[in-house]
Protein backbone atom coordinates (compact mmCIF):
# COMPACT_ATOMS: atom_id res chain seq x y z
CA UNK A 1 0.00 0.00 0.00
CA UNK A 2 1.33 3.61 -0.97
CA UNK A 3 1.75 6.12 1.61
CA UNK A 4 0.23 9.34 0.74
CA UNK A 5 2.44 12.38 0.52
CA UNK A 6 1.23 15.63 2.33
CA UNK A 7 0.73 17.31 -1.06
CA UNK A 8 -1.73 14.72 -2.14
CA UNK A 9 -4.07 14.82 1.28
CA UNK A 10 -3.99 19.16 0.95
CA UNK A 11 -5.26 18.36 -2.28
CA UNK A 12 -7.54 15.93 -1.52
CA UNK A 13 -9.18 18.09 1.30
CA UNK A 14 -9.25 21.38 -1.28
CA UNK A 15 -10.94 19.02 -3.60
CA UNK A 16 -13.30 17.38 -1.14
CA UNK A 17 -13.90 20.83 0.45
CA UNK A 18 -14.53 22.38 -3.02
CA UNK A 19 -17.37 19.72 -3.49
CA UNK A 20 -18.97 20.51 -0.28
CA UNK A 21 -19.34 24.01 -0.80
CA UNK A 22 -20.24 23.68 -4.57
CA UNK A 23 -22.89 21.16 -3.11
CA UNK A 24 -24.02 23.47 -0.45
CA UNK A 25 -24.57 26.21 -2.82
CA UNK A 26 -26.66 24.07 -5.38
CA UNK A 27 -29.14 23.06 -2.39
CA UNK A 28 -29.81 26.96 -1.93
CA UNK A 29 -31.48 27.60 -5.23
CA UNK A 30 -34.90 29.57 -5.06
CA UNK A 31 -36.92 26.29 -5.68
CA UNK A 32 -35.08 24.29 -3.16
CA UNK A 33 -35.29 27.15 -0.96
CA UNK A 34 -39.12 26.82 -1.44
CA UNK A 35 -39.30 23.83 -1.42
CA UNK A 36 -38.21 23.33 2.35
CA UNK A 37 -40.13 26.48 3.65
CA UNK A 38 -42.98 24.52 2.23
CA UNK A 39 -42.27 21.77 4.00
CA UNK A 40 -42.42 23.58 7.29
CA UNK A 41 -45.46 25.57 6.56
CA UNK A 42 -47.83 23.27 8.36
CA UNK A 43 -45.82 23.38 11.47
CA UNK A 44 -45.01 27.36 11.10
CA UNK A 45 -48.94 27.54 10.69
CA UNK A 46 -50.23 25.91 13.38
CA UNK A 47 -47.62 27.58 15.58
CA UNK A 48 -49.38 31.00 14.49
CA UNK A 49 -52.49 29.68 15.28
CA UNK A 50 -51.57 28.73 18.54
CA UNK A 51 -49.92 32.56 19.23
CA UNK A 52 -46.61 30.98 19.73
CA UNK A 53 -44.88 32.51 16.77
CA UNK A 54 -45.54 35.67 14.92
CA UNK A 55 -43.74 37.71 12.13
CA UNK A 56 -41.31 40.60 12.64
CA UNK A 57 -41.59 43.72 10.54
CA UNK A 58 -37.99 42.59 8.82
CA UNK A 59 -39.91 39.79 7.46
CA UNK A 60 -38.46 36.78 9.76
CA UNK A 61 -40.21 34.36 12.37
CA UNK A 62 -39.91 34.78 15.97
CA UNK A 63 -41.00 33.31 19.39
CA UNK A 64 -43.74 35.91 20.63
CA UNK A 65 -42.95 34.63 23.96
CA UNK A 66 -39.20 34.02 25.99
CA UNK A 67 -40.60 30.51 26.94
CA UNK A 68 -41.76 29.67 23.56
CA UNK A 69 -38.19 30.46 22.31
CA UNK A 70 -36.64 28.47 24.96
CA UNK A 71 -38.53 25.56 23.63
CA UNK A 72 -36.07 23.46 21.43
CA UNK A 73 -38.31 22.75 18.37
CA UNK A 74 -39.88 25.64 18.31
CA UNK A 75 -36.44 27.42 18.30
CA UNK A 76 -34.96 24.59 15.73
CA UNK A 77 -38.00 25.28 13.24
CA UNK A 78 -37.62 29.53 13.55
CA UNK A 79 -33.89 29.56 12.65
CA UNK A 80 -34.43 26.63 10.31
CA UNK A 81 -37.49 29.18 8.72
CA UNK A 82 -35.39 32.12 8.85
CA UNK A 83 -32.31 31.04 7.54
CA UNK A 84 -34.28 29.86 4.17
CA UNK A 85 -35.71 33.57 4.57
CA UNK A 86 -32.68 34.97 4.55
CA UNK A 87 -30.91 32.94 1.98
CA UNK A 88 -34.45 33.80 -0.20
CA UNK A 89 -34.45 37.71 0.45
CA UNK A 90 -30.79 37.39 -0.66
CA UNK A 91 -31.75 35.82 -3.71
CA UNK A 92 -34.43 37.75 -4.50
CA UNK A 93 -32.48 41.03 -3.51
CA UNK A 94 -29.97 40.01 -6.13
CA UNK A 95 -31.92 39.32 -8.75
CA UNK A 96 -34.10 42.90 -7.80
CA UNK A 97 -30.95 44.82 -7.77
CA UNK A 98 -32.44 46.18 -4.10
CA UNK A 99 -31.56 44.98 -0.29
CA UNK A 100 -32.26 42.45 1.59
CA UNK A 101 -33.67 44.42 4.05
CA UNK A 102 -35.93 45.69 1.31
CA UNK A 103 -37.25 42.64 0.37
CA UNK A 104 -37.67 41.42 4.07
CA UNK A 105 -39.95 44.04 4.78
CA UNK A 106 -42.15 43.70 1.64
CA UNK A 107 -42.51 40.32 2.66
CA UNK A 108 -43.92 40.73 6.30
CA UNK A 109 -46.10 43.66 4.35
CA UNK A 110 -47.48 40.29 2.64
CA UNK A 111 -47.78 38.31 5.37
CA UNK A 112 -49.64 40.88 7.13
CA UNK A 113 -52.43 41.34 4.73
CA UNK A 114 -52.41 36.84 4.40
CA UNK A 115 -52.82 36.71 7.91
CA UNK A 116 -55.68 35.74 10.32
CA UNK A 117 -57.08 38.08 12.76
CA UNK A 118 -55.68 36.53 15.49
CA UNK A 119 -52.01 36.33 13.75
CA UNK A 120 -49.05 37.45 15.95
CA UNK A 121 -47.20 40.31 14.45
CA UNK A 122 -44.38 42.49 16.17
CA UNK A 123 -44.78 46.26 16.07
CA UNK A 124 -41.61 48.74 15.41
CA UNK A 125 -41.69 49.29 19.19
CA UNK A 126 -40.96 45.69 19.68
CA UNK A 127 -44.75 44.81 21.10
CA UNK A 128 -46.76 41.89 19.83
CA UNK A 129 -49.91 42.62 18.92
CA UNK A 130 -52.82 40.50 17.02
CA UNK A 131 -53.25 41.37 13.42
CA UNK A 132 -57.08 42.43 14.73
CA UNK A 133 -55.94 45.12 17.10
CA UNK A 134 -53.25 46.85 14.61
CA UNK A 135 -56.17 47.53 12.28
CA UNK A 136 -58.02 50.70 13.47
CA UNK A 137 -61.22 50.15 13.77
CA UNK A 138 -63.90 51.87 11.60
CA UNK A 139 -66.48 53.67 13.37
Keep these: M ?13 VTMFSLVA ?4 QNTKDDIKIRMKDRFPQISELKQSGKIGETPSGFAEAVKKEFAQDEKI ?24 SVEEVGMANAK ?8 SDYFKTQAGEWKQK ?5 QKP
Excluded at 23 to 26: D, R
Design 75 to 98: SKLITAENNDRNLLYALIAQESQT
Design 23 to 26: FGAA
Design 132 to 136: KDMIP
Design 2 to 14: KTLNIKTIVLYCV
Design 110 to 117: RYFQKASD
